[in-house]
């Protein structure tokens, strides 16, 4: 049945309006987790603009991934702000593309992305359920730190974009700005969309649904990829330390518009679009993973006709169909067991008659034996017979003639 509302007009006051200081007051009290990843090569500067974004020096502690020779290095910080608490990690791919095999530094990001959608999987799926004390690691932005080479991206940059296009919000950005001349960054810029539209990668976008923001996000959709500068050095402007990078000819201002784009990048990371970011990593990134996970272990919400089904009737359809494949799988199991037994007694008793055969025939042959041995036997006994007699009439023969001798 389909479900109307209807709007209704109250004629006095309720209350509901404390829903959102509600809300804003437990989402204070337990605090934000925000989760950014920076790929890039050694040496590009990931540190020292998450150092300018967060305005702190991160240590390190040894929380590492490795995965061959690049290393995904993991690190959580908790972070205040006038009472409003964030949960960050920052995960660093160390050495990414210094290896000579590519394909180990592509593996350890996904792996590392997918190993943190399995672990919140997990927490779904367990009975105990504890996911509001979960500490979600699932990656929220991924920072694609592009060489400010002006020529375009490099294959590995492609490959590595296209690999993680599903699985995480892409934010690239133009590494060290500062050595790009103006003109050259907008077509640095181009060429870089070209490449992306041109190989199916699917970067992050502002959205534009949301009328506060519309016109900003726009703003921002146009800058992508940001050109940045970071810096851990403060220089003394209008007598004011800023972050800035202080050269011989100049100096360049890592918080002034004109110089980069740092300070759109932080309005989007961490004050217009930080729900969004995790809103899609979610309902975009999260979903897709789940789904494949499901799907792999059997489950659908469609029926074999492809009709939707809930999760109890699929789990029963499932039970049913599991134990129709056991009772065959057994069925065909006992058939096999008995063919095997039939087939071993057939050997057996052809065996047995063989050897009884056998047995025969050697019976029969020292029948033949024992008859013949017999008949040599009664043979000798008849010959020894004749030989006494003989034996005996010699003997009397023999006596009578020394008789007759002696008388003689
Ligand atoms: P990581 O290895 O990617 O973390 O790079 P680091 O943040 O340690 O930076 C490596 C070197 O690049 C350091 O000497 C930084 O001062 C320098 N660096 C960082 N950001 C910039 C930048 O925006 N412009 C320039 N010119 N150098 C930078």
Excluded at 89 to 110: F, H, P, R
Excluded at 282 to 287: A, G, K, N, T
Excluded at 359 to 372: A, N, Q, T, Y
Excluded at 395 to 400: A, F
């Amino acid at each position: 049945m389909e479900h109307k509302i209807r709007y209704l007009k109250t004629n006095g006051y309720v209350g509901f309006d404390s829903l959102p200081s509600k809300y804003v007051r437990n989402s204070v009290k337990n605090g934000f987790v925000f989760n950014i990843m920076c790929v890039g090569e050694s040496g590009i500067g990931k540190t020292t603009l998450m150092n300018s974004l967060f305005k702190t020096t991160f240590e390190s502690d040894q929380d590492i991934y490795y995965c061959n020779h690049t290393t995904l290095k993991s690190d959580s910080y908790d972070l205040k702000e006038n009472d409003v608490r964030l949960k960050l990690t920052l995960c660093d791919t160390v050495s990414y593309g210094d290896d000579m095999n590519k394909q180990s530094s592509l593996k350890a990001i996904t792996d590392y992305l997918d190993k943190q959608f399995e672990l919140y999987f997990q927490q779904e799926l367990s009975l105990k359920q504890q996911i509001s004390k979960f500490q979600d690691t699932r990656i929220h932005v991924c920072l694609y730190f592009i060489c400010p080479t002006g020529h375009g991206l490099k294959p590995l940059d492609l490959i590595c974009m296209k690999k993680i296009t599903d699985k995480v919000n892409i934010v690239p950005i133009i590494a060290k700005a500062d050595t790009v001349s103006k003109n050259e960054l907008q077509k640095f810029k181009q060429s870089i969309l070209r490449e992306l539209r041109n190989n199916s990668v699917r970067i992050y976008n502002c959205p534009l649904d949301e009328p506060s923001v519309t016109q900003l996000n726009h703003e921002l959709n146009s800058l992508i990829p940001f050109a940045v500068i970071g810096s851990t050095d403060f220089v003394e402007i209008d007598e004011k330390f800023v972050r800035a990078r202080h050269y011989p000819w100049g100096t360049v201002e890592i918080e002034n518009e004109s110089h980069c784009d740092f300070v759109k990048l932080r309005e989007m990371l961490l004050r217009i679009n930080t729900e969004d970011l995790k809103e899609k990593t979610h309902f975009l990134h999260y979903e897709l993973y789940r789904k494949t996970e499901l799907e792999k272990m059997g489950l659908t919400d469609l029926d074999t006709e492809n009709k939707p089904v809930t999760f109890r009737q699929m789990f029963e359809n499932k039970r049913v169909h599991l134990e129709q494949e056991l009772a065959q799988s057994e069925e065909l199991l006992r058939q096999k067991f008995e063919l095997k037994i039939k087939t071993l007694q057939e050997t057996v008793n052809r065996k047995d008659d063989a050897m009884m055969l056998k047995f025969r025939r050697i019976e029969d042959e020292l029948m033949v034996i024992r008859e013949k041995l017999e008949k040599e036997r009664k043979k000798l006994n008849e010959e020894i017979i004749d030989f006494k007699k003989l034996a005996t009439q010699h003997k009397k023969m023999g006596s009578s003639h020394n008789l007759l001798f002696f008388v003689g």
